[in-house]
C-alpha cells in the first residue's frame, strides 16, 4: 500500500460529484493534522496538504489517529468524516453527511412514506439486479418469490463455475461458524456489503431505517443497497475463495472484496445508484451554503430568518 506522501497529491479517490465540492477522500495509516485552513496527513516518508474546503466528506482508514485541530476545521468547512475498514468494506462510525442540502433524504422519506412509490423504488431495485427481466406490476410477493429463486439458481451456478460442491445456504445469526466454509465466505462477503452500502449512505446523509424492500431495522436501507451487488459481486468472490482454499475463507474473503471494491469502483456506483433511485435526474446542491427555509402551506416554502407574525402573506 503506498503512503501518504507517494501518492499524487491529496491522494482523493473521488466517488460522485455535484458541483467542485462534493469528494470523498480515503487516507490510511497516518496522523491527520491542521495547517491554517488546510489539513495535513503525515506519515513517516513526509507530509501531504490537502485543501479542507475541497472535501466533501473524509474517508479513515485503519492506522488513522485525527487530531482536534483537524476535525474542527473539517467542521467549519461543512466536511464530513466516516470512519470506515480498508476500502471502505467496514462501516464504524460516520459525522455529518457530505451535503448540508436535505434534498436526498427527504426524497428518500417522501418515497418511502407513499406504498405506492415505495414499490416502484423495490421494483426499480430489481431492475437494477436482475436488467434482463422487466419487474412492472409486480406485488411484493412476487418480487421476494422471483429475487429467491434467481439467487438459488446463482448459488448452484457459482457452485458450477468454480467446481466446487454446493448443499445450500447456511447461515445462523451470530454464529459465523455454523455454516460450512463456503457458507463462511458468502456471509463474509454480505458483512463487507454491508459496511460499503453503511459509510455510503451515511455520507449522503440518507436515512439507514428507511428500507424500501428491507423493514424493521436500523439499517433496512442499507441492506437493501448492498442487495444491489449481491450477485455481481458479493458472492462470485466468496466462491473463488472458498474454491482456491477452505482455510481462512473468511478473512481472505474480506481481502479479495477489498481488492474487488476497487476494481469495480463501486464506492461511485453506490452514489450514482442511491441517486438514481432516489432523485433521478437531478443534481444535488453543490455550493457549502446552508439554505434554510420554512414550511408554509400548500407545499410552499418560505424565507427563515424572517418573522411572520403580523400577518404577512405569501
Known amino acids: 500500500m503506498a503512503s501518504v506522501s507517494q501518492r499524487r497529491t491529496s491522494s482523493p479517490r473521488e466517488l460522485t460529484r455535484a458541483g467542485d ?18 489539513i495535513t496527513a503525515e506519515d513517516a516518508d513526509g507530509t501531504t496538504h490537502i485543501p479542507s474546503a475541497t472535501i466533501g466528506t473524509l474517508l479513515l482508514g485503519p492506522g488513522t489517529r485525527v487530531t482536534h485541530q483537524a ?9 464530513g468524516v466516516v470512519w470506515v475498514g480498508e476500502h471502505g468494506v467496514r462501516f464504524y462510525a460516520g459525522g455529518r453527511a457530505l451535503t448540508r442540502s436535505s434534498a436526498l433524504v427527504e426524497a428518500q422519506a417522501t418515497k418511502w412514506a407513499n406504498r405506492r412509490t415505495r414499490l416502484d423504488v423495490a421494483r426499480a431495485m430489481y431492475k437494477m439486479r436482475f436488467p434482463d427481466e422487466d419487474p412492472a406490476g409486480l406485488n411484493r410477493q412476487e418480487l421476494l418469490g422471483r429475487e429467491g429463486q434467481r439467487v438459488k439458481d446463482f448459488y448452484r451456478k457459482e457452485a458450477a463455475r468454480v467446481g466446487i460442491p454446493w448443499h445450500g445456504r447456511q447461515y445462523v445469526p451470530g454464529d459465523f461458524t455454523a455454516g460450512d466454509s463456503l ?22 446523509g440518507c436515512a439507514p431505517g428507511l428500507g424500501f424492500i428491507h423493514s424493521g431495522h436500523e439499517l433496512s436501507f442499507v441492506l437493501d443497497i448492498a442487495d444491489l451487488y449481491k450477485t455481481e459481486i458479493g458472492i462470485p468472490v466468496a466462491f473463488e475463495v472458498a474454491a482456491e482454499d477452505p482455510e481462512e475463507v473468511g478473512a481472505r474473503t474480506r481481502r479479495a472484496l477489498r481488492d474487488r471494491v476497487n476494481e469495480t469502483q463501486l464506492l ?4 450514482t445508484d442511491i441517486k438514481k433511485l432516489l432523485l433521478p435526474d437531478t443534481d444535488l446542491p453543490g455550493d457549502a451554503t446552508d439554505r434554510v427555509t420554512l414550511q408554509a402551506d400548500r407545499g410552499l416554502e418560505v424565507d427563515s430568518g424572517r418573522n411572520y407574525g403580523d400577518g404577512v402573506v405569501w
Open 21 to 38: 465540492r462534493l469528494s470523498f477522500i480515503y487516507l490510511e495509516r497516518c496522523t491527520i493534522h491542521r495547517d491554517a485552513n488546510a
Open 71 to 79: 476535525m474542527s476545521v473539517l467542521g467549519e468547512c461543512g466536511a
Open 183 to 204: 457458507n463462511q465466505g458468502i456471509t463474509a462477503a454480505a458483512q463487507c456489503m454491508y459496511g460499503i452500502a453503511q459509510a455510503v449512505t451515511a455520507a449522503l
Open 268 to 271: 461511485d456506483r453506490c452514489v
